[in-house]
């Protein structure tokens, strides 16, 4: 084991503890993840969804659209997602709501573009979702593509460079791990900590019996091998939403100190401020996007 691997793994050993309630099972999980879109969504306004065709991207298990479609303000809702098996799960969370049906649709999404007509679409909202697109400049083009003009999309996403950027904390606790170490040594750390005996599994590391699945881990040692997470930065988005045709009408950054009080998040929204360092200290930014009119 190389020395970075081993200091990794010492330093992640000492700092690792048990999951929260949220993350032990997917009945607790699927409830804070309602929690987290709901605060999520208070960072945009009600009158986003008035009159609007909607495309929610990345929809997942359907909870953000549940949530627009119990608003009673957009014309239309459309889920979008690869993941057949939460398509299943939206659906069959969709047919509880028989006064939803003239308005919220699911639909199986294609790496090759949306399945939706061009400039069909008011609003796009994506939440928690633009980091794991491994083509990001493709998709914003496709979203260009269907927003009618003056149509606009609506992000949370969170930066790669920064604390948590590749969304692994849940085996190495360490923030900025992807900086101070490296990718072999995150991912060579993560296969050595899923095998521990000290380890306890999250509710995505089990089957269907409630036994751990094999270690993933040892599959990959780069980012782009797991395909999980894109490496997008601040400057490759802007240029990225210029070349699509898009602007930024708004982009809001909250530091590592998240929406906390106090020291931690006064020491984040300091460091935030600085030039070139501040893309590191941020946690997680608030983006709308707009298509100009013709």
Known sequence: MDLRTTACTALSKRMM???????????SYADWRDQSLV??????SDSELDGKDVLDFGC?????AMLFASKKLARSITGVDIDTAALARAKTALAK???????????????????????????????????????PGAI???????????GRALLEWFPFKGPWGPHMEALIPLPWAHLVFGEKAMFRTAATIYDDPDF??????????????PNKWTRWESFAEQAYVNGLDIATFRTLVADAGLTIDRMDRSGFGGDSKGAKKLVGDMLMQLPVLGEYATSYAVIALEKPKA
């Open 17 to 27: 503890s048990a999951p929260d309630d949220r993350m032990a099972g997917k009945d």
């Open 39 to 44: 605060a999520s969504w208070r960072h945009f």
């Open 60 to 64: 997942g298990e359907g909870q953000l």
């Open 97 to 135: 709501f028989p006064e939803f049906a003239d308005t919220l649709h699911f639909v199986e999404g294609n790496v090759n573009g949306l399945p939706v007509a061009d400039e069909s679409i008011d609003l796009i909202t994506a939440f928690d979702c633009m980091e794991h697109v491994m083509e």
């Open 140 to 150: 914003l083009q496709d979203w260009a593509r269907v927003l009618r003009p003056g």
């Open 200 to 213: 306890v599994p999250r509710h995505w590391d089990l089957d269907a019996e409630g036994h751990k699945k």
